[in-house]
């Protein structure tokens, strides 16, 4: 199997020397196409990588399709002018689904039999940058091979090849009700009882940090009867604060819930597929209990039964689940691609990553803010209480995420020094970086896909100890011998 790492390394690799003329990176991986606009993201970047997006979905039929979507960033209109006319040019039918969450991209695809979707998004990386998600036929990210073949005819062919003629050119229409099938997809689920969340009256704080999630967002909550008391809803791109949806971004947020006596807050990230809460005191529940919630929903309370897959930067607190409900917990690379291959090759009832991300087969198999959001208020509802007591009831765990900077710094030396140091010691996992797990603590150590950082993420029953412990480690990654 093909690590993430080898196609990380891609990193600059795909930029034309023109294009490296800078500091500026370029992330090429698994998660797609990402830079900072005007520098390493530029109109030659989306040439090169949607021309080889549309020959490698190219199955030569009469009429293929791809659906096209963008968050709300200021240089979004820019990039989705030139990808709808690449795709024209090589004679595919264009359908813009215009400023909608990444996952309303994905479901659209599969409703819509198209041959991918691209998405124009950085996801959760700050206002000066921008990106390309690439979607394939089945309504998932490409898989790690295809990327290859991707990366490969896009350095072959920067400028794109086999246009079409005159009489051969594709077409563009827009398309404005996607985010209403996506909300109207998951009011049907079976286990979601609308009436019944109604019933409780919830007050709800949203930060949508001026992304795509405002109208989305909003619109769901209020169709589960919900009394929303907004902040940043405007899809301006423009965002209020740092868009990753992690504590130290949500301090307006959490003390909106204090002061609106609110029962809750939510947040989602700028492509709206991670959501985070906030409980009726204005304290996050922290990333790692979004999926938690779901997986007590899915498997808890509905009874469903059969695998669940998560990343191996997730937390324990789902291995505890799925031993309670005897589910057994598969853990997979960092990427939602890597837990999506997995959830269809061993019919996964549900799964997702610690981030915020739900995936949710029965709607479609990628992260989805608004299927999280819809699982919340389900078993929020179901449960009676507050939602602090809802998470004093699942298994408890404190995690710590750190970063350190990948320039000046050899992490895969200092990884292979650690592995040989706790061989024997410890459990490891080097299927994405290096995973130390003991009976009281894990550490996970990887370059990141979408940053160029090294991620150290640790847990414990104890928040001190694994911030002490993953501090420790940080400081040998940043090791630069």
């Not at 124009?120 to 290859?148: Q, R, Y």
């Not at 449960?383 to 900077?405: D, E, F, T, Y």
Request: glycine share 10%; aromatic share 4%; hydrophobic share 40%.
């Amino acid at each position: 199997q093909q690590k993430e790492g080898d196609i990380r390394k891609r990193e600059m690799s795909s930029a034309s020397p023109q294009e490296e003329q800078h500091d500026d990176p370029l992330m090429v991986s698994i998660s797609g196409i990402r830079g900072i606009t005007g520098t390493s993201f530029v109109p030659a970047v989306v040439t090169k990588f949607v021309s080889a997006f549309a020959h490698l979905q190219d199955d030569h039929s009469e009429e293929q399709t791809i659906i096209l979507g963008r968050d709300s960033r200021v240089s979004g209109p820019w990039v989705e002018r030139m990808v709808q006319a690449i795709l024209m040019a090589r004679g595919y039918r264009v359908v813009s689904v215009g400023v909608v969450p990444t996952p309303t991209v994905q479901l659209m695809v599969i409703r819509q039999h198209a041959r991918g979707g691209i998405v124009i998004t950085s996801s959760h990386n700050p206002v000066e940058w921008n990106g390309l998600k690439f979607i394939d036929a089945d309504g998932l990210f490409l898989s790690p091979d295809k990327c290859t073949v991707l990366f490969a005819e896009a350095d072959a062919n920067p400028t794109g090849r086999c246009w079409r003629s005159y009489q051969r050119l594709g077409s563009c229409e827009e398309c404005s009700d996607a985010a209403q099938l996506h909300i109207d997809e998951i009011l049907a689920l079976e286990y979601v009882h609308v009436d019944t969340v109604k019933e409780r009256r919830f007050r709800v704080c949203l930060d949508t940090v001026n992304g795509a999630g405002g109208r989305i967002m909003k619109q769901l909550l209020e169709r589960f009867g919900c009394t929303v008391i907004g902040l940043n809803l405007e899809e301006s791109g423009l965002f209020a604060h740092t868009p990753e949806p992690v504590p130290g971004n949500l301090g307006d947020l959490c003390a909106l819930v204090k002061r609106e006596k609110a029962d809750l807050g939510i947040a989602v990230d700028p492509d709206v597929d991670r959501c985070v809460l906030i409980d009726e005191s204005g304290e996050p529940l922290g990333e790692e209990y979004t999926l938690a919630i779901a997986v007590e929903l899915v498997v808890g309370r509905c009874g469903k039964r059969g695998p669940i897959c998560k990343n191996l930067s997730t937390s324990r607190v789902i291995d505890e689940l799925g031993a309670k409900y005897g589910c057994e917990v598969i853990n997979t690379p960092v990427g939602e691609i890597q837990v999506a291959k997995v959830m269809v090759e061993r019919g996964a009832v549900i799964g997702g990553e610690g981030n915020g991300g739900v995936m949710l087969p029965d709607i479609h198999i990628g992260r989805d803010a608004p299927v999280a959001a819809a699982l919340a208020l389900e078993l929020l509802a179901r449960h009676g209480g507050s939602l602090s007591s809802l998470k004093q009831s699942l298994p408890q765990w404190s995690i710590v995420k750190l970063k350190a900077p990948l320039r000046g710094s050899d992490p895969d030396a200092v990884i292979a020094l650690l592995k040989a140091k706790w061989q024997g010691r410890a459990l490891l996992s080097d299927s994405d970086g290096l995973r130390i797990d003991t009976p009281e603590w894990w550490v996970h150590l990887r370059k990141s896909n979408t940053e160029p950082i090294i991620r150290i993420i640790g847990e414990a029953h104890d928040e001190p100890s694994i911030l002490k412990t993953c501090e420790e480690f940080k400081q040998q990654m940043r090791r630069k011998d």
